[in-house]
């Protein structure tokens, strides 16, 4: 069965200082690992798709990677509005089921 | 365009009784679905649909009933609520060969 695992849960930083969030995936013939921020009250917002290992997206101040085991999504000099919670999920063989981790609150403090 | 639009946003029930979350697209994506997102668990698949006509069960499909009559419209029904149906409903949708969801803004429903 494919899963996900984000950590950490929560994370608070200073406005400035940089940090990373991972994805854990195991998943049946990767078709796809997707990166999308949740502002509190609303629906997710798409962020980047990762199709291969060794792949990587920027966007501001946001860059993601992808390994055969893992993600990482770069937090580099955030500032206060890149608070959100970031989840991660997979599509695998089963096109139609992306699944989702629990997702990273993130808290960035001015 | 509107995108994915949800109704209502919010919604108290009592255990047993009934009512359907609306979901409406003006995309013209083939593909849409329901997730519900409760803390600490992500959001987990309840059902989806290919196209107009066709529906099929997702992760978590037990007491929830969908059609799709139309390309714009899904809707989610909850025939008898229970206390354990508490979440947040989120609607999402996309156009076949694209690959990544749009979501509505969700549902809040509470079942006492």
């Known amino acids: 069965e494919d899963q996900v695992t984000q950590s950490p849960e929560a994370l608070r930083l200073q406005e400035g200082e940089s940090s990373s969030l991972n994805c854990s995936y195991t998943?049946?013939?990767?078709?796809?690992l997707f990166w999308y921020r949740q502002d509190p009250g609303k629906g997710p917002e798409f962020l980047f798709t990762?199709?291969?290992a060794g792949e990587e997206k920027e966007k501001e101040r946001l860059k993601a990677t992808l390994t055969k085991k893992e993600s990482f999504l770069h937090i580099t000099a955030p500032k206060p509005e890149d608070s959100a919670t970031y989840l991660c999920a997979v599509r695998g063989l089963n096109n139609n089921d992306m699944r989702f981790g629990a997702g990273t609150r993130l808290t960035v403090k001015p | 365009n509107a995108g994915v639009t949800q109704t209502p946003k919010f919604q108290v029930l009592k255990t047993g009784q009934s009512m359907t979350l609306q979901c409406a697209q003006d995309?013209?994506?083939?593909?849409m679905s329901w997730y519900r997102q409760d803390p600490g668990m992500g959001l987990r698949l309840i059902h989806y649909?290919?196209?107009?006509?066709?529906?099929d069960q997702g992760e978590v499909p037990n007491g929830y009933n969908v059609s799709r009559s139309t390309t714009e419209d899904f809707p989610l029904r909850l025939l008898s609520a229970a206390p354990s149906q508490t979440s947040v409903y989120f609607c999402?949708?996309?156009?076949?060969?694209?690959?990544?969801?749009?979501f509505g803004a969700g549902s809040r429903l509470t079942v006492l």
């Open positions: 999402a949708s996309y156009r076949a060969g694209a690959n990544v969801l749009t």
């Open positions: 649909s290919v196209g107009a006509g066709i529906t």
């Open positions: 998943v049946s013939g990767l078709r796809g």
């Open positions: 990762l199709y291969s």
């Open positions: 995309m013209n994506h083939e593909y």
